[in-house]
């Protein structure tokens, strides 16, 4: 039965056709699955930047191998110079092993400047279509040897460099390469990989290819204007705008590490706009769970004459954190201040745990007081954190220093700005000369608008740093003293980078090495409480025997908060004022220290009037009811003395005395629009009414007076009279408000009365001719006459 045979023959191979289809659909749309790939990177320490990559790794769940953990560091400054050769040795014989496996893809990859932004079945996708058994990395910029660019090939759209910080290419083409490596530690690994890529016979043989527009590598050098952050729901991307794609490895490569870490506050899950923070309770400490506090070791620096210090001693005494479990160094670099500091230590000395102080006597710069204070903390084994704090930060939050503990950060500092500016203590991120610049997220950090942990270059003014990293990564006695950088710009500069140290066990001087001591430390500022301000100190007047009273304008808060009456505000939500006898009332303003203050200045002063009635110091040198007193003005304090009138004794008066205005609310440069407002609107309602009241007036006439010539002549007098008093008194308290002059807005009322009454005059005189006059040459000659007059 032939033809019967044929038919299960052709049944059998059409079955087998369309399982062939199946796994051809199959391989197509799941053509990977994640474990085969694997992701192979060097790291000799575990820094910030390397457990910064690893967290992207395993967010997404790819199966990392690291090579070289624990071993020295041999490759080179790579930062700054030619090396990596210790990377491809390390990559060469951990592929020895993997070499046959024929469909494993290998990812090999830079850990301490790389952050995964997608996922393993991503990158698989990306490699499949790429078409090459081996892809590296691209860039816009040649390195090491600008000589090999005619080499490279031409591309008519992308990066045409290769970057030796990403490959990824199946484990036997990978091999093939790696295994050509018989160099030195720290040759360079870029080098290396550039000569075999412009090999033809290699490049072909090998199917190398370059991922030329940022399809999985994305190196951010000569590329920072080419990238946007993209939110998602979940997690956040970087966009490359002038290729649209979604880069999958972000690379901070040469001097972008610090856009990096920008990045890094945001990819993969680190913050977005749905969630907020989301890596911000990891590796948390629970300071309830210890069996004792950690010690900390308080650093005060006192290096300009700064107002409200006392207030400053108060907030740090009532800290909420035991005391015998606070070791404090003061450093004063100011006379002015060594009455408070005296008065602080008489007060508080058996209340730390140690007290120790150092004076202007020592004429210690900036730079040798931090180095001093931070050293007192690595030389003791038991010093578990070192607080830095400059005299111009005022804490509210007294549970401060427990947040950043339990933050556990190696250096970590809480936002605080300024009052009512923008002004915090923390860059973005930083110039090309290493200054302040600033960052697309700096506002809205500052103003709470995105609440997390974030990774900043710079802080300064208040930090906490972790004893065990001044033992180690910051065990050099000098970090704020360097070239002409402030001592914080100095300090966040050594932690910020790379540290290069001698072989000392090499024989031979010419054949040091170069050891990088990879301590790329990150900086975290956290706003995810409220913890105070920073005082301003630049117009701070110590010539005064209480300096801080004038602070009313340059501290409005702080001035506030120690002069003013806790009581002050319940006169208004309360009704909180008492009222002896008619229209005389008392009320809380002053707060018992404003008070001493004021009668101590006033006593330092000592240059009293007598109380005779001869007084020069006012106009006319008479005083008619002589008091034996100081004028503010003689201190210096009158506009400060005014300013406290129209801020808490304006508000009361207004309060008890409705539609009375203190009179120095009436000083144009003080007064409220809302005053201002109330006044016109008042006049402009009267002039309504008046027009009103002349109409009715009008009318009244009519029906009385028969004589058409009488009822006119009353009407327009009435209408001229009532307008232009309404318009006077308008003009008059518009300009009383524009100008501060008593003398400019009195004359300005008398043009305006004289104006304003020539022009009734001369049109009342002029209707009264026209009326009675009946010849037409006769009335305009009076017109005239009469205007000539007038």
Not at 558 to 586: G, S
Not at 682 to 697: F, M, V
């Amino acid at each position: 039965m032939p033809g019967r045979r044929n038919t299960k023959s052709d049944e059998c191979l059409s079955g087998m056709i369309r399982i062939i289809h199946l796994l051809i659909w199959f391989n197509v749309y799941f053509p990977f699955f994640p474990e085969k790939l694997l992701v192979l990177t060097v790291a000799t320490q575990e820094t910030d930047g390397y457990l910064r990559f690893m967290q992207s790794a395993n967010y997404f769940n790819y199966t990392v191998k690291v090579l070289g953990m624990g071993e020295e560091w041999r490759g080179g400054d790579v930062g700054r110079s030619i090396g990596g050769g210790q990377k491809v040795r390390l990559l060469k014989e951990a592929m020895e092993a993997l070499t046959d496996q024929e469909d494993l893809v290998v990812l090999s990859v830079d850990s301490y400047d790389l952050i995964f932004a997608g996922g393993p079945e991503e990158i698989l996708r990306k490699f499949q279509e790429a078409n090459h058994k081996v892809l590296f990395a691209a860039e816009g910029l040649i390195w090491p040897d600008k000589r090999l660019q005619e080499k490279y090939p031409s591309v008519r759209s992308g990066k045409r460099f290769l970057n030796s910080g990403g490959v990824i290419g199946y484990a036997p083409y990978v091999n093939k390469i790696v295994e050509q490596w018989n160099l030195h530690e720290n040759d360079d690994d870029q080098l290396f990989y550039t000569k075999i890529y412009l090999d033809t016979f290699q490049r072909e043989t090998l199917n190398i290819g370059l991922d030329h527009k940022s399809q999985i590598f994305q190196n951010l050098n000569g590329a920072i204007d080419e990238v946007l952050l993209k939110f998602g729901t979940k997690s956040a991307r970087v966009r490359n705008t002038i290729y649209d794609t979604l880069p999958v490895v972000i690379h901070g490569n040469a001097n972008t590490k610090m856009y990096l870490n920008y990045l890094g506050n945001y990819i993969p899950n680190t913050w977005n706009y749905e969630r907020g923070c989301g890596v911000c309770d990891h590796n948390m400490v629970d300071l309830s769970q210890l069996k004792e506090y950690p010690t900390v070791m308080v650093g005060v620096f006192i290096e300009q004459p700064t107002p409200f210090l006392s207030e400053f001693f108060q907030r740090l005494v009532t800290l909420d954190y035991p005391k015998d479990k606070l070791n404090v160094f003061v450093h004063n670099n100011e006379v002015y201040h060594e009455r408070h500091i005296q008065k602080f230590w008489e007060e508080s000395k058996d209340v730390f745990n140690s007290f120790k102080v150092v004076g202007p006597e020592e004429n210690l710069s900036q730079g040798q007081a931090r180095n001093m204070g931070m050293g007192l903390c690595r030389k003791d084994p038991g010093c578990d954190f070192y607080l830095s704090m400059d005299s111009d930060v005022m804490l509210t939050n007294r549970q401060t220093l427990k947040i950043l503990i339990e933050q556990n950060r190696k250096i970590i500092g809480p936002l605080v700005t300024r009052h009512g500016k923008l002004w915090s203590n923390f860059w973005g991120a930083l110039s090309l000369d290493g200054y302040y610049a600033r960052s697309e997220d700096y506002i809205d950090i500052v103003q709470s608008k995105r609440v997390g942990v974030w990774n900043i270059p710079y802080m300064a003014h208040i930090y906490l740093i972790k004893g065990e990293v001044l033992r180690n990564q910051l065990k050099e006695r000098n970090h704020f003293v360097l070239e002409k950088l402030d001592p914080d710009m100095a300090l966040c500069r050594h932690a910020r980078e790379l540290t290069n140290h001698r072989e000392k066990d090499s024989p031979n001087p010419e054949t040091f090495h170069m050891l990088r001591v990879p301590k790329g430390m990150f900086m975290y500022i956290t706003n995810r409480r409220e913890f105070g301000r920073i005082i301003s100190t630049a117009n701070f007047n110590t010539s005064h025997y209480n300096s801080d009273l004038w602070q009313i304008f340059e501290n409005p808060v702080d001035w506030k908060e120690k002069y003013i009456h806790p009581n002050y505000t319940r006169i208004f939500t309360e009704n909180y004022l008492e009222e002896p006898c008619p229209d005389v009332f008392w009320f809380p303003v002053f707060t018992e220290r404003a008070c001493d203050e004021l009668v101590e200045e006033m006593e330092h002063y000592g240059s009293w009037s007598g109380g005779n009635h001869e007084d020069k110091r006012i106009t006319g040198g008479y005083e008619t009811v002589p008091t034996d007193d100081i004028h503010m003005k003689q201190i210096g304090y009158d506009k400060e003395w005014l300013h406290f009138i129209r801020e808490f004794i304006s508000p009361v008066t207004l309060k008890v005395f409705s539609g009375y205005y203190t009179k120095v609310c009436n000083d144009p440069t003080t007064v409220t629009s809302t005053i201002i407002l109330h006044q016109l609107l008042y006049y402009i309602n009267y002039y309504i009414t008046s027009i009103i009241l002349h109409q009715l007036l009008y009318y009244i006439i009519y029906y009385i007076t028969s004589s058409i010539i009488l009822q006119h002549l009353l009407y327009y007098y009435i209408y001229y009279i009532t307008t232009s008093i309404i318009l006077l008194h308008l003009l008059y308290y518009i300009i009383y408000y524009i100008t501060s002059s008593i003398i400019l807005h009195q004359l300005f009322y008398y043009i305006i009365y004289y104006i304003t009454s020539t022009i009734i005059l001369h049109h009342l005189l002029y209707y009264i001719i026209y009326y009675i006059t009946s010849s037409i040459i006769l009335h305009q000659l009076f017109y005239y006459i009469n205007y000539s007059i007038t």
